[in-house]
């Protein structure tokens, strides 16, 4: 496991701080170590814990989540495409924007499709919680205790979790599924192994990072507690048909040219 540091250890330092969630390879949290990587970006690691409240991160950052990057004394920054923008100013080489007005704007489309809120991470992220809460939800009617209070409510509250998102979530991550195969068959029908252009961009790497909640890398690349990659892979019959496997095949060679394996969180 990395070695992180804590709050009141990074908080006085100068350089990159990133905070992360400890023992657990979150997908935002590993694009944005991926992009520092491809960057040649070191970075101080800040411990982030799941399902907690993490008051002193929040009281530093303004976040309680995870990830959050912090250069200097300048203002943290938690959003994914903040966190790139960051990368981008700091080690202009190798771009990971395209040059092309037009290619940035397909380019943060479809990243947003994969990173933002009700994208393929978001959606994937409401079905995962889906059985906890449904089953705390039948304890609670037996009498057995309020989720509410607890690690599980809180994350139902944060992520906008309701049984009418759940009941959508599928059809969304069905959609940016077929979206990102339609674009990366174009694109290898063009001579091209990247969604954009014909060199890596930040939505190879956003694509490379979320595809483990589908579909983990293997243990030895990717090495967690079998509860944690039952979790992460997908279960719906509806999402796994729309799950190309040139998405797949695009994810390993991004990891294996680009990207540092075995993961380590």
């Known amino acids: 496991m990395a070695e992180y540091l804590t709050v009141e250890e990074a908080r006085p330092l100068k350089g990159l701080r990133l905070a992360l969630t400890v023992g657990v390879p979150g997908p935002w949290g590993e694009a944005a170590k991926g992009i520092f990587h491809v960057k040649g970006l070191a970075f101080a690691p800040v411990a982030q814990y799941p399902a907690m409240p993490n008051e002193e991160l929040r009281e530093w950052t303004g976040h309680?989540?995870?990830?959050?990057?912090?250069?200097?004394?300048?203002?943290?920054?938690?959003?994914?495409?903040?966190?790139?923008?960051?990368?981008?100013r700091l080690a202009p080489e190798p771009p990971l924007?395209?040059?092309?007005?037009?290619d940035r704007a397909a380019?943060?489309?479809l990243s947003r499709?994969?990173?933002?809120?009700?994208?393929?991470g978001w959606s994937r992220r409401?079905?995962?919680?889906?059985?906890?809460?449904?089953?705390?939800?039948?304890a609670n009617d037996a009498g057995a205790g309020d989720t509410a209070d607890g690690s599980l409510g809180y994350l139902a509250s944060r992520y906008g979790y309701s049984e009418a998102a759940v009941l959508t979530a599928p059809a969304r991550v069905v959609d940016i599924l077929r979206?990102?195969?339609e674009r990366l068959r174009t694109q290898l029908a063009a001579g091209s192994g990247y969604f954009i252009g014909d060199r890596l961009s930040a939505l190879d790497i956003y694509w490379a990072t979320f595809a483990a909640l589908l579909r983990p890398l293997a243990q030895e690349?990717?090495?967690?507690?079998?509860?944690?990659?039952?979790?992460?892979?997908?279960?719906?019959?509806?999402?796994?048909?729309?799950?190309?496997p040139v998405l797949f095949e695009h994810r390993d060679r991004i990891y294996e040219e680009y990207l540092?394996?075995?993961?380590?969180f």
């Open 113 to 120: 499709e994969i990173c933002g809120e009700w994208g393929l």
């Open 64 to 88: 309680s989540n995870a990830p959050v990057a912090v250069y200097d004394d300048e203002e943290p920054r938690a959003g994914w495409a903040e966190i790139l923008y960051l990368a981008e």
């Open 97 to 102: 924007l395209p040059d092309n007005a037009a």
């Open 179 to 181: 979206v990102l195969t």
């Open 126 to 138: 409401l079905l995962m919680l889906h059985p906890a809460v449904a089953g705390a939800g039948q």
């Open 221 to 244: 690349s990717c090495p967690m507690p079998e509860f944690v990659r039952a979790l992460y892979t997908n279960a719906d019959p509806t999402v796994d048909a729309a799950a190309d």
């Open 260 to 264: 540092e394996l075995p993961l380590d």
């Open 107 to 109: 380019m943060f489309g």
